[in-house]
């Protein structure tokens, strides 16, 4: 379906995740952020989102253990510049699919 | 009412953990760090053999349960063999086959990025997730809480337990 997020037109998913991480910008990430109760969005944020949509475009599996092994964050970080869903929010606002794992 | 509109969400498992082999403990903390990664606060208590996941010198060498366990089937596919193929239980009890199961699980584990024990404790702890022990099982086994990891927030009876699970939303679930 489609959604109007910071006045532009994307495609999205029902629990409105970004179908096509290539339609994402930094404002509408900012409007998601907003959406999910994250933010407003800092330094520490935007690396991790970076990171999300790096490893997103080299087809990497993202589980929390990775992302705290990653030298971006730690794990402790993650969980307090995401709260409530750290890897699930994290991924939502960075325009890549929802994680699939367990893990 | 539309029955998705009926729904509680779940706010807390408070997770009991009584076994001590690697296959016992395992899932308690995939649970925990779900519900964690999931905004669900997560408690775990661990008592009786549970306590062997806390032990600062047994945490990290868990063995798989092979004797009695008429379930070894399940392993065979990680062989190459099919699933049906029998493994007798008494088999379970001959020289090596715990250790070789459990080398065989902890490197499936790895492959799906399942931390070991003393570092699968250490991400629950900084996830925010609490882990007790419980003061009967030190009791019984003479345990002191310096014997057991530092990621552990306290030694709890089961009436503070129960005090930990206050609140409604909470789950208490024993593995």
């Known amino acids: 379906m489609n959604k109007e997020i910071a006045g532009t037109t994307v495609e999205?998913?029902?629990e409105g995740y970004l179908t096509d991480m290539s339609q994402w910008n930094e404002a509408i990430a900012a409007a998601i952020a907003s959406e999910e109760g994250v933010g407003p969005l800092g330094d520490g944020h935007w690396k991790v989102i970076?990171?999300?949509r790096e490893q997103q475009a080299k087809g990497a599996a993202l589980t929390i253990r990775s992302m705290g092994k990653s030298g971006i964050v730690t794990t402790k970080e993650l969980y307090d510049l995401f709260p409530g869903g750290p890897l699930k929010k994290s991924s939502k606002i960075a325009g890549i699919p929802k994680p699939v794992g367990c893990i | 009412m539309n029955p998705s509109e009926d729904k509680q969400p779940v706010?807390?498992?408070c997770i009991i953990v009584s076994r001590g082999s690697l296959d016992g403990v395992y899932p308690a903390l995939i649970m925990a760090n779900g519900a964690r990664m999931e905004g669900?606060?997560?408690?775990?208590f661990f008592t009786f053999f549970g306590l062997n996941a806390l032990v600062q010198k047994t945490l990290d060498h868990l063995k798989v349960a092979t004797v009695g366990n008429p379930a070894m089937n399940m392993a065979m596919p990680m062989l190459g063999m099919p699933m049906t193929m029998p493994?007798?239980?008494w088999m379970g009890a001959l020289p090596g086959i715990s250790a070789f199961a459990t080398g065989l699980m902890n490197k499936k584990m790895e492959e799906l990025d399942i931390p070991p024990v003393g570092e699968f404790l250490e991400l629950i702890s900084d996830s925010g997730g609490k882990?007790?022990?419980c003061k009967l099982a030190m009791d019984m086994f003479k345990l002191k809480p310096e014997d057991l990891s530092?990621?552990?927030d306290g030694v709890l009876t089961v009436g503070q337990f129960y005090e930990e699970s206050a609140g409604a939303g909470t789950h208490i679930l024993f593995t």
Do not use: C, W
């Open chain 2, 87 to 89: 493994f007798p239980t």
């Open chain 1, 50 to 52: 970076r990171y999300l």
């Open chain 2, 40 to 44: 669900i606060d997560a408690s775990l």
């Open chain 2, 11 to 13: 706010k807390k498992v």
């Open chain 2, 131 to 133: 882990i007790f022990a």
């Open chain 2, 150 to 152: 530092d990621r552990v």
């Open chain 1, 12 to 14: 999205v998913n029902e």
